[in-house]
């Protein structure tokens, strides 16, 4: 049928720096301030919503390279929830702490009063886990490995001359 996609095309699962970069980018429009306490590992920074001290900094950048360094296996979106997770922790604790203090929690809590801090983003990070598990993406990149070998090998495949990993269809 015309319109179908008939390539198959590999997206590998994000190294370190491209996990880190998706990290950034996922968190864009975060500020950061410092708590003090040093090195800016998680659980060091306080990370706001817009409207914080400053655009992404050294500090949070530290915290992005932590967390890209601990999620082998994750996926872009897999670090896109566990961002909405710290996310979420931080408005929790916002609304807990406007309670604690006599208000009405969620109705009395502002925008403000949301900051996502490295801790939250630790917190987040012990709950999440790849989508794709470890044992699943060997199987993968066995696969495609056969599947481009094979090829490669070959030379053709069903007697056509086709470049590695070029799907072929016969009518």
């Known amino acids: 049928r015309p319109g179908r996609l008939d390539r198959l095309v590999r997206v590998p699962f994000p190294d370190r720096e491209e996990r880190r970069a998706i ?8 500020a950061v301030t410092e708590t003090g306490g040093g090195g800016g590992g998680v659980g060091e920074s306080k990370v706001s919503e817009k409207g914080g001290v400053g655009k992404v900094s050294d500090a949070l950048s530290m915290v992005w390279d932590d967390v890209a360094a601990k999620t082998e296996g994750f ?26 203090e006599g208000g009405d929690g969620a109705d009395d809590a502002n925008a403000e009063d949301v900051r996502v801090t490295g801790k939250d983003v630790a917190k987040a990070l012990e709950g999440a886990r790849a989508s794709v598990p470890a044992s699943e993406r060997e199987k993968l990149a066995r696969a495609y490995a056969a599947f481009e070998g094979g090829r490669g090998a070959r030379g053709s495949v069903g007697g056509a ?11």
């Open 23 to 30: 990290l950034a980018a996922v968190a864009r429009d975060l």
């Open 161 to 171: 001359e086709e470049s590695p990993g070029k799907r072929v269809s016969h009518a």
């Open 75 to 100: 996926t872009g979106a897999d670090l896109r929830a566990l961002v909405s997770d710290a996310s979420m922790h931080a408005v929790h604790r916002a609304i807990a702490k406007v309670s604690d």
